[in-house]
């Protein structure tokens, strides 16, 4: 990596960090987005099913989004946080997920 890619303390920069994934099972991403959200203080099971849809027809954006939600990063503030469907031949314009402001601000961990 060159010096153009690093921040300092002086200069801080922004990065894009891409993830690209294959759905290959949605029950399955379904079921462990649905343990995620259920794992959150006073989500209900009718919460989830709001959220993410019935296990037979799953809102696969909301579910990626609900397992691949960034945690908070040392030294970093997070910018923005989209799930967009990638564009197929025969599908529609692309579903995009934002995801609402946290409850608690990330903020960074404090080393030492």
């Known amino acids: 990596m060159g010096s153009r890619d690093q921040a300092s303390a002086d200069t801080p920069a922004s990065f894009t ?12 991403l379904w079921a462990a987005a649905a343990e995620r959200a259920l794992a959150a ?8 099913l709001d959220t993410l ?12 989004a609900m397992l691949t ?8 503030t997070l910018e923005g946080y989209a799930v967009r469907e990638a564009p197929t031949p025969v599908s529609g314009p692309a579903q995009v997920v934002q995801m609402p402001e946290p409850a608690i601000p990330l903020r960074p961990v404090a080393n030492g």
């Open 69 to 76: 939600a960034p945690a908070a990063v040392p030294g970093c």
């Open 17 to 28: 960090v891409t993830l690209t994934l294959k759905v290959e099972d949605a029950g399955q």
């Open 53 to 64: 849809g019935p296990r037979e027809d799953p809102s696969i954006a909301d579910c990626i």
């Open 41 to 48: 203080p006073g989500m209900t099971l009718a919460d989830v």
